[in-house]
Structures are given as C-alpha cells and as structure tokens.
C-alpha cells in the first residue's frame, strides 16, 4: 500500500510535461539522423546486462515560455495543481472536473457495474474485446493496476459520502453536494497522506522536525501566506521518486477463497484489462492486494519489471525508470547530490570514503559503487547519491532525501489555505466534522 499510495499522491502533487512533436506527437531520440533539441537519450554501455541496443529513448521536459521571450535558465512546467486537493480526483481546471461531474445529487460519472466513464480509446493499451481507456481526474489513471484501483475506491467513495449528504439534506442542490463532499475527499487525502503515510516514510524526527504532525481532533491554523506551496524541482524530478524502488515486480487478485493469482507488473502497463476483467469482479481482489502487499524497500535496488521491462511493447522496446530519474535530473539541470547536503545543513563531503569529508550516509557497499561510476564526489546525481543512503530510524529515506521531502510537504501544508485542519470560516470544517 504504501509504494501505491506514494504514486496516488505524487500525481496529485505534480506532471511534468515532456516536448511534443508537430501535432502533439511522441518524439523519437534513438535511430534518428539528426539529434533534434528536445533529445536527450542516453548512451547504453555495451556490457549492459539487459538492454541489447546503445540507445534509451530520453525526451526533455518541456520549457516555459517567458512572457517578454528573453533568454533565461531553462524552466519546467507542472500541470496539475501542486496542492493537495484532490486533483487526482477531480482534474486541476473546471472544464476538467465540469466533464468528471454527473450533475446531479453532487454524482461523478461512471459507467456500467460502478467502473470509471471512458476516454478515447487511443489513451492506454487495449488487450481485450469490450474494454476501454479509463477517465479519471489525472491522465496517469491507466499507468498501473495499483493507481487505478485507488482513483476508483476515491470514485466511489465521492458518490457514496454525496448519496448521505443529499439524503441528510434535501434542501441541498447539486452544487453544494458536491462541493461538500470534494472537501471531505481532499481533507481524507491530507490526512492520509500526513498520518499514515509520511509518519512511515520519513518517521517521527523528520515530522517533528518539519511539523508535519496532525492532531487527532480540533483545528490548528498552520497557514501562512508567505509560503510557496508550489512543487520544487529537486522533490519531482529526484527525492520523491524514491518510491520507484519500492515497486514489486507481480501485481496480484487476492481472491475472497484465498487463492492468488498472479500477473507480471510488465504485463500491465497502461492495460486496463485486471480492473475490468469480468466486468470489473475482480476489484475488491485487486484492492486486497493493494492493501496488504508490503512494499520492498527503497534501497538503490529496483525491480527488473521497472529497470529493464518499463512501458515494454510488441517489439520488445522498453525503458529503465532508474535511469530515466538520473537522467531527468540533468535535463532539469538538478544540482548535484553533495549540494544539496549542504543546502539541508548535513555533513560536507568532499571525498568518497577519506578523511573528515567522507561519504557517512551510505555503507561500504554503495560507496564502492558509487566510486565505481563517478570521477569525484561532485559529480554524484542527487537521485544516486540520495536512493543509496543509509536510511533514517523507523523511515523509508536516508537524510537528503527526508530533508527535501519534509520541507515540501511543509510548504504544502503551511502555504495551503485550504488545509483541512484551518479554522477559517467560509472554507474550513466546523467543530463538528472537524
Ligand atoms: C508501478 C509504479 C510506478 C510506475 C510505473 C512509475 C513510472 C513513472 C514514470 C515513467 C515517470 C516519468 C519518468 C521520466 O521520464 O522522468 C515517473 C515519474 C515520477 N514518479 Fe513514478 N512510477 C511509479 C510509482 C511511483 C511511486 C510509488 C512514486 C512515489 C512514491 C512515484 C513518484 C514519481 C514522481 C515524483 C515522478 C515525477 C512526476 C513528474 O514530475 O511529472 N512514482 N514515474
Ligand atoms: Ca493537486
């Protein structure tokens, strides 16, 4: 549960969108001629022990345009909305949620046996007769099976809270059904998030050290209107994918007779097939497995389905998501990993395993190879140096990734005015549903 709430939540936070070609198109960056701008592939070592070309596919994110088009750093775009509000729900603009929403009684869509509304065909990959591409409030929704089935539980969890809020209020219209209910779902969202999911992942300290706390009952006015609540680089683009490496290599249906049945995670990107596979019976077998599946931990190890088989197609083609952290890093121009020590007040380093300024996060292990790749300690990339840290007691992250992590989610709790616990009267909970 807790590698597929991380994605769940990651996506609500932030999509970084990548160049496109003419038409929106998919640009190619190996076996071409001429390298085009927007390429950035990396070179494959000969003696790699998976991939048999020289050659990964690697588009840069897309620019920002500045208003005046003078000439300045590179800058990256997020497409969603970095709060925590429940985007992954409901889209991060009104046309987006105006066609998620029903109309009526504060309903979202859905389609036959309680699955999501569709979306065009052309969106996901298509395995069997009679299905479709889901619709749901991020376009990631058909990634994985894992964060289809908690964009759905989210789903059906809005229309059954807006089903007892009409039925306790009668004089309510739509509009304020819905509304009421998107606040309880993005107030479930934070508090999840806070509680269960950041006390495991960065553990008690850095909580504490961070104040990410939430208090059991009452309210407490965090905001703050002089913090930026927006997405800082270094957290999407490397610290926060520290949960690809907590990706299992099966996704599985632990059926109500106890028997299991098991699927390669290879076999389901993008398919929608294990969600509504008769039509859709086997949800509550998926969402078992999601809720008891223990995620591995985030060493600087990942699974052969994501570091070898990603995105895999007919032809064999794929991607290795560890690779593409890295190299996302550098076409985001992500200071290196010793920088960013610095910049969280942790020990200096200057050199691999000598002297004062020795490596004193990771263990003889990931120094070695940590040597074995890079000329100088300068040049580590924050995604290798932070995954290979030694981690933190009772956390999922060593100390530069829980330092970049625990200050974002900081400004999204203090920038956030709409934090679920603000005791603000137009947009807060009363005492009584607080
Ligand atoms: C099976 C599960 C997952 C798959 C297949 C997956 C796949 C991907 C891919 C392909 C990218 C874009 C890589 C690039 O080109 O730069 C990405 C980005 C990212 N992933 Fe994952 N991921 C998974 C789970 C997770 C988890 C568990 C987390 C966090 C706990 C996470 C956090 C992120 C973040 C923060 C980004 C950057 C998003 C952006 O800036 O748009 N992912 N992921
Ligand atoms: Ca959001």
Same mark, same amino acid.
């Given at each position: 549960?807790?590698?597929?709430?991380?994605?769940?939540?990651?996506?609500?936070?932030?999509?970084?969108?990548?160049?496109?070609?003419?038409?929106?198109?998919?640009?190619?960056?190996?076996?071409?001629?001429?390298?085009?701008?927007?390429?950035?592939?990396?070179?494959?070592?000969?003696?790699?022990?998976?991939?048999?070309?020289?050659?990964?596919?690697?588009?840069?994110?897309?620019?920002?345009?500045?208003?005046?088009?003078?000439?300045?750093?590179?800058?990256?775009?997020?497409?969603?909305?970095?709060?925590?509000?429940?985007?992954?729900?409901?889209?991060?603009?009104?046309?987006?949620?105006?066609?998620?929403?029903?109309?009526?009684?504060?309903?979202?869509?859905?389609?036959?046996?309680?699955?999501?509304?569709?979306?065009?065909?052309?969106?996901?990959?298509?395995?069997?007769?009679?299905?479709?591409?889901?619709?749901?409030?991020?376009?990631?929704?058909?990634?994985?099976?894992?964060?289809?089935?908690?964009?759905?539980?989210?789903?059906?969890?809005?229309?059954?809270?807006?089903?007892?809020?009409?039925?306790?209020?009668?004089?309510?219209?739509?509009?304020?059904?819905?509304?009421?209910?998107?606040?309880?779902?993005?107030?479930?969202?934070?508090?999840?998030?806070?509680?269960?999911?950041?006390?495991?992942?960065?553990?008690?300290?850095?909580?504490?050290?961070?104040?990410?706390?939430?208090?059991?009952?009452?309210?407490?006015?965090?905001?703050?209107?002089?913090?930026?609540?927006?997405?800082?680089?270094?957290?999407?683009?490397?610290?926060?994918?520290?949960?690809?490496?907590?990706?299992?290599?099966?996704?599985?249906?632990?059926?109500?007779?106890?028997?299991?049945?098991?699927?390669?995670?290879?076999?389901?990107?993008?398919?929608?097939?294990?969600?509504?596979?008769?039509?859709?019976?086997?949800?509550?077998?998926?969402?078992?497995?999601?809720?008891?599946?223990?995620?591995?931990?985030?060493?600087?190890?990942?699974?052969?389905?994501?570091?070898?088989?990603?995105?895999?197609?007919?032809?064999?083609?794929?991607?290795?998501?560890?690779?593409?952290?890295?190299?996302?890093?550098?076409?985001?121009?992500?200071?290196?990993?010793?920088?960013?020590?610095?910049?969280?007040?942790?020990?200096?380093?200057?050199?691999?395993?000598?002297?004062?300024?020795?490596?004193?996060?990771?263990?003889?292990?990931?120094?070695? @190879?940590?040597?074995?790749?890079?000329?100088?300690?300068?040049?580590?990339?924050?995604?290798?140096?932070?995954?290979?840290? @030694?981690?933190?007691?009772?956390?999922?992250?060593?100390?530069?990734?829980?330092?970049?992590?625990?200050?974002?989610?900081?400004?999204?709790?203090?920038?956030?005015?709409?934090?679920?616990?603000?005791?603000?009267?137009?947009?807060?909970?009363?005492?009584?549903?607080?």
């Amino acid at each position: 549960m807790v590698m597929a709430w991380g994605q769940f939540l990651d996506h609500d936070l932030v999509a970084t969108p990548v160049s496109k070609g003419k038409n929106g198109a998919s640009i190619k960056c190996c076996g071409i001629e001429e390298i085009r701008p927007e390429c950035f592939p990396i070179q494959i070592p000969k003696d790699d022990p998976y991939f048999q070309t020289d050659c990964l596919n690697f588009v840069r994110s897309a620019e920002t345009v500045q208003p005046d088009s003078s000439p300045t750093k590179r800058e990256q775009i997020n497409q969603v909305t970095s709060y925590i509000d429940a985007s992954v729900v409901y889209g991060s603009t009104k046309d987006m949620m105006d066609k998620l929403r029903l109309f009526v009684n504060g309903q979202l869509k859905t389609s036959k046996h309680g699955l999501f509304p569709p979306q065009s065909n052309d969106t996901c990959r298509l395995t069997h007769g009679n299905e479709f591409c889901m619709f749901a409030g991020d376009f990631r929704v058909n990634v994985v099976p894992n964060l289809s089935i908690l964009h759905l539980i989210f789903l059906r969890e809005h229309n059954r809270i807006a089903k007892k809020l009409a039925t306790f209020n009668p004089t309510w219209d739509d509009e304020k059904t819905f509304q009421e209910t998107r606040k309880i779902i993005a107030a479930l969202i934070q508090q999840i998030s806070y509680l269960e999911y950041l006390t495991g992942v960065l553990g008690y300290k850095t909580i504490s050290n961070y104040n990410l706390h939430i208090a059991s009952t009452g309210f407490s006015n965090v905001y703050d209107q002089s913090v930026d609540p927006s997405i800082r680089n270094a957290f999407a683009a490397a610290a926060f994918r520290f949960g690809h490496a907590q990706i299992t290599s099966s996704v599985l249906y632990y059926k109500h007779d106890h028997l299991v049945k098991k699927y390669n995670v290879e076999e389901t990107y993008h398919d929608p097939h294990l969600v509504q596979n008769d039509n859709g019976q086997h949800i509550p077998d998926l969402g078992r497995w999601v809720a008891n599946n223990a995620s591995i931990k985030a060493d600087r190890c990942f699974v052969s389905s994501v570091r070898d088989k990603l995105f895999i197609d007919k032809n064999n083609n794929s991607l290795d998501l560890a690779a593409l952290n890295i190299q996302r890093g550098r076409d985001h121009g992500i200071p290196s990993y010793v920088k960013w020590r610095s910049w969280c007040g942790l020990s200096e380093v200057s050199s691999f395993d000598s002297g004062d300024g020795k490596l004193v996060d990771h263990d003889v292990d990931a120094i070695s @190879k940590l040597k074995k790749a890079y000329a100088h300690v300068d040049d580590i990339d924050l995604y290798a140096g932070g995954i290979s840290e @030694k981690h933190l007691q009772g956390a999922d992250v060593g100390p530069t990734f829980a330092c970049i992590l625990g200050r974002q989610f900081q400004a999204l709790k203090e920038g956030d005015r709409f934090w679920y616990e603000n005791k603000f009267k137009k947009t807060g909970f009363s005492s009584a549903t607080n």
